[in-house]
């Protein structure tokens, strides 16, 4: 069974950091693409940033630039969403999703065809 499962969300002050995990089980990461996506309160759901599967080469939403990074361990079938200098706008669920039949990522989320239930980061202080 193909399965994603995020973790990391919680509450932090505005210029803070968190460290967002997606595991995978079912399948291995480094071939396959992965996506964290967002989606606020009566937002639509949002790409946020990806990674290739096989080369590793990442994408970032202008809105996160310099601040956002996404990683993959290989080791542990995990992927990474650090989140610098956050802001009050970051505040969403955040989702992770992986596209299984192409290892080159996307940012549109109809691209994906597997999604994790999602992890809540709130930006407040």
């Known amino acids: 069974q193909l399965q994603l499962v995020e973790s990391g969300g919680g509450l932090v002050q505005p210029g803070g950091s968190l460290r967002l995990s997606c595991v995978a089980s079912g399948f291995t990461l480094d071939r396959h693409a992965i996506g964290w996506f967002r989606q606020a309160p009566g937002k639509e759901r949002e790409g946020v940033t990806c990674?290739?599967?096989?080369?590793?080469?990442?994408f970032q939403a202008d809105s996160v630039k310099g601040r956002f990074t996404v990683s993959r361990d290989n080791a542990n079938n995990t992927v990474y969403l650090q989140m610098n200098n956050l802001e009050p706008k970051d505040t969403a669920v955040y989702y992770c999703?992986?596209?299984?039949?192409?290892?080159?990522?996307?940012?549109?989320?109809?691209?994906?065809?597997?999604w994790g239930q999602g992890t809540q980061v709130t930006v407040s202080s």
């Open positions: 999703a992986a596209r299984h039949t192409s290892f080159r990522c996307s940012p549109s989320r109809s691209w994906y065809d597997s």
């Open positions: 990674i290739n599967g096989v080369d590793g080469k990442t």
